[in-house]
């Protein structure tokens, strides 16, 4: 498998506010070019032995594989919960003019 030419890292949150918040710290950092937020997501899953049935926000976060590290580590120290998902995706493929954006904004956050 080549390189990846992107990461999509999905993370979610449970309120609006704190989704906006974790969005406009990290793109404002330069260390992903874009978040999409999607509210009304409905996560279930075990936590604490226990299964939950909570809404949240979907935050489909999008950076380059040399910034992947710094994103996640700041989502984690942002984020509310103690165990936040976070989950990377190589991307191996897409718009040749989105990913060149992505990468200069990403890549020109860390050379400033």
Same mark, same amino acid.
């Given at each position: 498998? %080549? ?13 609006a506010? #704190? ?6 710290a990290?793109?404002? #950092? ?6 999409? +937020?999607v509210?009304?997501?409905? %996560?279930?899953?075990?936590? #604490? ?9 979907? +935050? ?28 990377? +995706? ?11 954006? +992505? ?10």
């Amino acid at each position: 498998m %080549s390189e990846p030419k992107a990461v999509v890292i999905l993370s979610t949150a449970p309120s609006a506010e #704190e989704a906006a918040s974790l969005a406009q710290a990290l793109v404002s #950092e330069g260390l992903v070019a874009c978040v999409n +937020l999607v509210p009304g997501v409905r %996560s279930i899953y075990l936590w #604490e032995g226990k299964v939950q049935d909570e809404a949240e926000h979907l +935050l489909v976060i999008k950076t380059t594989p040399a910034r992947q590290a710094e994103a996640l580590a700041r989502l984690g120290a942002l984020h509310s919960y103690d165990t936040p998902e976070a989950i990377a +995706l190589p991307v191996v493929g897409g718009a040749e003019p989105y990913l060149k954006w +992505l990468t200069d904004v990403t890549q020109g956050a860390a050379n400033s």
